[in-house]
């Protein structure tokens, strides 16, 4: 438990992108980055899909939504028992994972908070993309692991590590009875996986995910209010691997760009929360699985911004403020017990015409949203790509 944010739980999410299972598109002239000045994303111009799981619609929170798989971080994702399996890790920073740039006293708390002094000896950037692995494992049947020898060979020093993270990670293969039954044994008992570890002799691939994101639940949004500290993190595999969704809390899993999922949100044939929509829209920034990867893995030591959307009800929609916008409060609520949607009483072209600078993402219902930003994202990450489509439209400044 975080005593820095009491009124949370805290949990990992990992957005999982992977070479596309389809023909490469036609030839054409080398670009890094999708085309800003289009404004369009054609879907067959990425060379990847992004692994989006369908909650059951018996679930407690958000029930029927696609997301990334993830979940609550468990107590034995800190548990000392780890040292013993990353022993030849200790010594470097983070067990190899490396330290960010970003001043400690600006860190989220999620990421700042001295794990030691709450007694667990394991650094939250190595537990937190442990509870990534393991729920991914859980719910998709991904398994991001790599044997104890590779990993000394791969991670082990500096140079090694370097070499072994410029390219999208190429998944170890298991023999996939044994890890059908250890996945059953995990989904009953977390602590498992850590025992699974341990026998099989292999290691979470903790250096493959790159911090990406914060996010917090905003308060008073959703009918049974439960609300989550998640820390997002990028992962990027040269192909697409075997997936099976766990039957439980996963009714369904899809492998689709980017850009297709942001036309499935459109056409509401599925529903994405705000984190997605954005994320997904950061995505297509990058139409090639090698961009995506190197821009996820150099800024990722960069660190990253700590997201509470703050709800406000305008006359013809609702606006979820993040921090950078003009409106947004200067010390936002994060018990709770203050009003959350607070009404406006003015249209949105008032709202807009008032505000120097926008960081908001506007709903006028559940599947028609739009990110206005005209201000430059921290810690080196990129703005949401305009998804050009009707009632779906990503707005910024075109000077940015």
Known sequence: MN?????????????????????????????????????????SAFDYDVLLLKRSGKSGFMP?????PGGLVEATDFSGEWLELFESFRNLPNFGVGEVKQPPETRPPIFSTNRAELGSPVPGDVAFRICAVRETFEEAGVLLAVSADEAERLYGNQ????????????????????????????????DNFLRMCRELRCLPNIWALHEWGNWLTPVGVYEKQRRYDTAFYMC?????????????????????????????????????????????????????????????????LEGCEQYLPVRLLATDCYISLLPGDSLYPENP????????????????????????????????????????????????????????????????????
Request: glycine share 2%; hydrophobic share 35%; charged share 25%.
């Open 64 to 68: 029927s939504a696609s997301v990334f």
């Open 159 to 190: 140079d090694n590590n370097n070499s072994a993270r410029s390219s999208p990670t190429v998944l170890s293969e298991w023999d996939r009875g044994v890890v059908s039954e250890w996945r059953s044994l995990v989904i009953q008992n977390s």
């Open 236 to 300: 990027c595999l040269k192909e697409t691997p075997d997936t099976v969704q766990d039957q439980k809390e996963i009714v369904h899993f899809k492998w689709s760009d980017p850009s297709e999922i942001l036309s499935s949100y459109r056409d509401r044939d599925v529903w994405i929360a705000p984190p997605q929509f954005y994320d997904l829209g950061r995505m297509c920034n990058f139409l090639l699985l090698n961009d995506l990867h190197d821009f996820a893995r150099w800024r990722s």
């Open 333 to 400: 609520d994060y018990t709770g017990v203050i009003k959350s949607n607070v009404p406006a009483e003015k249209c949105l072209e008032d709202l807009q015409k008032e505000s120097v600078n926008m960081h908001r993402i506007v709903n006028h219902d559940y599947y028609t949203a739009s990110v206005y930003m005209n201000i430059t994202p921290k810690y080196k990450h990129v703005q949401p790509l305009p998804h050009l489509a009707p009632n779906s439209i990503s707005k910024q400044d075109s000077k940015l």
């Open 3 to 43: 005593s820095a944010l009491r009124h949370w739980k805290e949990a990992a999410t990992l957005i999982l992108a992977a070479g596309a299972r389809r023909a490469a598109p036609a030839p054409r002239a080398p670009r890094r980055h999708a085309d800003k000045g289009s404004g369009t994303t054609p879907r």
